[in-house]
């Protein structure tokens, strides 16, 4: 029976063609799938007042939002208290990329209440909500 010796130098080769060979990727880059590029969204935010801030009942407060869409513009803003549409709000110009508006509530309820806010696009593409709680608070 023949037996075969291997120097060390062949040993190396074989297994460094045997590392590329199972790294070989036999699929060609044009039978990949390119995935779609995912648009931007519009992005919005609560700037005033802070979350989890007390306010007093009875008080008309204002809530201070900024949204923006460099792309495409801000059409709306609407402002929801307790999941219940309150306030929207829309572009004199149709749609702006950064859309600054000043909404208020009056603190009617003790308790904690949620406030989101979404922006839209001109095309109806909505933000995802930017949501904050306050609590409303007796007064003196």
């Known amino acids: 029976m023949t037996r075969l010796v291997f120097s060390p130098r ?4 074989l297994a460094s063609a045997l590392a590329c060979l199972s790294a070989c990727n036999l699929v060609t880059p044009a039978l990949l799938a390119t995935p779609a590029p995912t648009p931007a969204i519009p992005q919005v ?4 007042p802070a979350h989890n801030q007390q306010v007093v009942e009875g008080v008309i407060f204002d ?3 900024l949204a923006s869409d460099p792309a495409a513009g801000i059409q709306r803003v ?3 208290v307790d999941e219940q549409l309150q306030q929207t709000s829309e572009s004199e110009s ?3 990329p950064d859309y600054r508006v000043t909404m208020n509530w009056f603190a009617n ?6 406030f989101a806010v979404i922006a839209y696009r001109p095309d109806d593409t909505a933000s995802h909500p930017h949501i904050i ?4 608070i007796p007064g003196d």
């Not at 935010?45 to 005033?48: K, W």
């Open 94 to 96: 149709g749609s702006a």
């Open 45 to 48: 935010q609560i700037l005033f």
């Open 109 to 114: 309820e003790l308790g904690w209440h949620k």
């Open 63 to 65: 809530i201070e939002i």
């Open 78 to 80: 609407e402002l929801y």
């Open 10 to 13: 062949i040993l190396l080769q």
């Open 133 to 136: 709680a306050l609590e409303v």
